[in-house]
């Protein structure tokens, strides 16, 4: 096992920043710690790398008891801000990690493993510059680098991407996942980003105000998310009142609801994805409702469409943009819309009508 | 090298600039450079055998033989407890330490002489601390203790004013970096800590050496002037004054003023040409 971690639990005064949390992340894996601000996932990064202490629980890296201080625990961490040391090369900074140990290496050795993670991070003829001549995204590879030149047991990475332009970040995002198939060592991630999630790691770990909500790898998350936050988390969604889907016109032959849906009274948090709605010029024996489209996003490949049903509910629609050429949809036109997929979410709490998420 | 105007620069145009530009040379002119320049060609009116023997004379070498050692001694007192008041005040979570920040720059606002009269008061033959102090031989007021103290009193906020910001700015960031790559404590700050800091600080201390060699209120107060005991330069400067020996003090001063804007010159064109090969300016 790479890094366990055991019902940690620690409070900043009267704020619980995390209440019994434990994971795994097995050996050589890429893991997301996914969730919004303040949902304790830098938290449990720096108490792994022992830049904190947690009020409870333990922390195991690579099957040994993580209690030596931060500097013999054999972490890589990468700070959001790079944090690298500003009078100091490239190779300097890249040295640092291995002419702090003992016995330490010989100038031949260091050059060489500094020369192989330049080579690693693609900044072979910046070995001399100083971090302020640097791009943000090569700042960064900088940081990735003397994180690894120790060879640690882990590696930590709070926000990596997070204070990176798009473009760099879509960049790097790549090219981690790249370095990681290479590398194999055993990481952790932080992130309030799904996208980056869903695209650099094997597993997500979902995060919210301290406690875990779900674990498994990005697709099973998706498909069968096991909480309300899980689902308004990973991307886009509309909620539906109970009333607004049994009001759904069920024409010709009754086709049954593709979920078991409760009573006029009961509650329930009923989500649809906007890519699992169909649209349809006619009802075609599928539970429809008749919708009025408002406005048509073109997005490039895909087109967004925003509905508002009969009973004044709002609806958000995501088909390709040749399936809203092949039916020359207008807005202002009616039109029938079905799901195709409904997650249902029996809960006692309300939640707010015609929430579009 | 070329030179650029600095972002935000705009060009006052036309008669209303000229007016400004021939002010402020002006003001400067008549404030600064005549004066100093006054001084100094009064220092070397007789020559500058006339200015070499006055710097023979045992009392001017005493003089300034102490006027070095109670600076040096404030620089480094001022350094060592300046780095370590800044730590506390960044790093730890205390009470009070909006209240202690507050109050370093009291120093500042009080007149150097009543400085000098509190620390009597308190240090003094006849003040609390003063008078056990005595009863162990050490004596404060009136000799070099009494100096140092004064010194370090009145320079204390110049390396905290300098270094207590870039340490703010500079956050812990870097230190903890060091640290999970196995840096020691010790490595941390003399390798990521100390270089992040070193203008700031080279800066106050260079502050700090520049006001204590030209200190004269505090000074006056606490050693009370004692021919070649507690006579420092500044301390010479009056008496020669008093004396009417003009020639005497014009020399002292000019060794004084000039020591002081060496050293702000010399770590000034140090700090831009280093600045300009790291760029440590820039966030990185």
């Known amino acids: 096992m790479g890094i366990s971690v055991r019902r940690l639990s620690k409070s900043f005064g009267a704020y619980h920043a995390l209440d019994c949390v434990s994971f795994e992340v097995p050996e050589g894996q890429l893991v997301a710690l996914l969730g919004p601000s303040g949902s304790g996932k830098s938290t449990i990064l720096r108490i792994i790398a022992g830049l904190e202490s947690a009020d409870s629980g333990e922390v195991q890296l690579t099957g040994a008891d993580a209690e030596a201080p931060t500097r013999n625990r054999g972490v890589g961490f990468v700070f959001q801000h790079y944090a690298l040391f500003r009078h100091m090369t490239v190779r300097k900074n890249i040295a640092f990690g291995l002419e702090v140990r003992r016995p330490r290496p010989s100038r031949n050795e260091l050059r060489r493993r500094v020369d192989e993670l330049l080579n690693l991070v693609q900044l072979t003829g910046h070995a001399d510059r100083y971090p302020s001549h640097l791009s943000g995204g090569q700042r960064q590879r900088v940081a990735l680098a003397r994180a690894l030149a120790p060879r640690p047991k882990v590696l930590l990475l709070d926000e990596p991407f997070g204070a990176l332009d798009a473009r760099v970040r879509e960049e790097l995002r790549t090219w981690l996942r790249r370095l990681h198939d290479e590398a194999h060592v055993t990481s952790l991630f932080v992130t309030h980003d799904q996208q980056e999630a869903f695209e650099v790691a094997d597993q997500i770990i979902v995060l919210n105000r301290g406690k875990i909500e779900q674990i498994g790898p990005p697709q099973e998350l998706y498909e069968r998310p096991a909480s309300p936050f899980v689902t308004e988390f990973l991307g886009a969604v509309n909620l539906l009142r109970v009333e607004t889907v049994l009001g759904m016109n069920v024409q010709y032959d009754e086709a049954p609801l593709p979920v078991e849906i409760p009573g006029p009274h009961g509650m329930a948090a009923i989500y649809v994805r906007p890519h699992d709605l169909d649209i349809t010029r006619q009802a075609d024996g599928r539970p429809a409702w008749r919708a009025r489209i408002r406005r048509i996003t073109p997005l490039g490949g895909l087109t967004r469409l925003d509905l508002t049903l009969h009973d004044g509910a709002n609806l958000h629609v995501e088909l390709t943009s040749d399936r809203v050429r092949a039916l020359a949809l207008n807005a202002g036109e009616d039109v029938f819309v079905a799901p195709r997929d409904l997650k249902v979410f029996h809960q006692p709490s309300p939640f707010v009508e015609n929430y579009v998420i | ?284």
């Open chain 2, 1 to 284: 090298m070329t030179r650029r105007s600095p972002p935000g620069a705009r060009k006052v145009n036309g008669l209303l600039g000229n007016v400004l530009t021939t002010a402020v040379v002006t003001w400067f002119l008549v404030l600064v450079l005549m004066p100093a320049l006054s001084l100094v060609r009064g220092a070397f009116a007789n020559g500058l055998a006339a200015f070499a023997a006055i710097f023979a004379a045992v009392e001017t070498r005493r003089a300034l033989g102490l006027t070095l050692a109670v600076t040096l001694a404030a620089a480094a007192a001022n350094a060592i407890f300046g780095l370590g008041m800044a730590f506390v005040l960044t790093r730890q979570r205390f009470r009070g330490a909006t209240l202690i920040e507050g109050l370093i720059d009291l120093p500042f606002a009080v007149s150097p002489i009543v400085a000098g009269l509190m620390l009597v008061l308190l240090y003094g033959p006849q003040g609390l601390v003063g008078r056990s102090l005595e009863s162990i031989g050490l004596q404060v007021a009136f000799a070099w203790p009494g100096m140092v103290l004064a010194s370090c009193f009145v320079t204390l906020p110049l390396v905290l004013r300098e270094i207590l910001p870039v340490l703010r700015e500079c956050g812990v960031d870097q230190e903890e970096a060091a640290r999970t790559l196995g840096a020691s404590r010790g490595r941390i700050f003399w390798q990521v800590t100390l270089p992040a800091i070193r203008w700031g600080l080279a800066y106050g201390i260079i502050l700090t050496i520049a006001r204590s060699l030209g200190e004269f209120g505090a000074l006056l107060v606490v050693a009370g002037n004692v021919l070649g005991r507690t006579q420092t330069a500044t301390l010479l400067v009056h008496d020669q004054v008093e004396n009417f020996d003009l020639q005497g003090a014009q020399a002292v001063s000019v060794a004084l003023a000039a020591t002081s804007f060496l050293l702000l010159f010399g770590v000034e064109s140090l700090r831009k040409r280093i600045a300009a090969r790291e760029d440590t300016e820039d966030t990185a």
